[in-house]
C-alpha cells in the first residue's frame, strides 16, 4: 500500500488502517509525512479503509480493496473529510505540548458534564517535546492525561471557537497521582 501527500501546505502527521469496520490500527507514519512525499507499508488483501490527518487536525478518508498488487492513495485536498472518532470531535483545536521527561500514555477529554472519561484520543505515545492536536466542538471540558507514572488533570476548562493549548509539565501533575 502507498500514500502520497499531494496538500499543498499541510504535512500528514497519521496514516492508520482499519480491516473490515475493525478498529483503527496505531499511527503507521513513523515522521510527517511532507508536501509531495510517499510512504509505503505492508498490509494484507481484502477491504481496507485508510484514515490520513493533518497538522490542522484535517481528515481524509479511502476505502479501497486489497489486492496482490497493491494500492496506492493520492491524498488531495478535495479528500477533506469530518471524521467523528470521537463523540465530541469538531473544528476547536485542542493542542497538548509534552514538557514532561516521560511520554504520555493517554489523553482524555470529555465534557464536563458527562461522568466517564471516554476513549483515549491518541493512537500512539506523545513523546517527550512533542505536541499532539485534536478538535472539538466549543463547550466545557474536562481534561486527563496519562504518562504511567501519575495523571494531570484539568477540570471545567471553557474551550472557545479559537481552541486551548496546554503544555503539560509536572507541576501540573496531581496530589494523588
Given amino acids: 500500500m502507498g500514500v502520497i501527500n499531494q496538500l499543498p501546505y499541510e504535512a500528514i ?13 496505531p499511527n503507521l507514519l513513523q515522521t510527517p509525512l511532507a508536501p509531495g512525499s510517499s510512504h509505503s507499508f505492508r498490509t494484507g488483501t481484502g477491504q481496507l479503509r485508510i484514515m490520513a490527518t493533518d497538522t490542522r487536525g484535517s481528515t481524509y478518508l479511502h476505502e479501497t ?46 465534557p464536563s ?5 471516554g476513549e483515549n484520543w491518541i493512537s500512539q505515545p506523545l513523546l517527550p517535546g512533542q505536541t499532539t492536536t485534536f478538535r472539538v466542538t466549543p463547550d466545557t471540558y474536562d481534561i486527563r492525561l496519562e504518562d504511567g507514572a501519575g495523571t494531570y488533570t484539568r477540570m471545567r476548562v471553557a474551550i472557545p471557537a479559537e481552541g486551548y493549548a496546554w503544555s503539560v509539565t509536572q507541576q501540573h501533575r496531581d496530589a494523588s497521582g
Avoid: K, M
Avoid at 113 to 117: D, E, H, P, V
Fill in 13 to 25: 502527521v497519521s496514516i492508520q488502517t482499519s480491516a473490515s469496520g475493525g478498529s483503527w490500527s
Fill in 113 to 117: 458534564n458527562r461522568s466517564a472519561w
Fill in 65 to 110: 480493496t486489497l489486492n496482490s498488487g497493491g494500492v496506492i492513495w493520492e491524498i488531495l485536498p478535495e479528500h477533506e473529510t469530518a471524521v467523528q472518532i470521537n463523540p465530541w470531535a469538531g473544528a476547536t483545536p485542542v493542542t497538548i505540548t509534552n514538557s514532561l521527561t516521560r511520554p504520555i500514555t493517554r489523553i482524555r477529554c470529555s
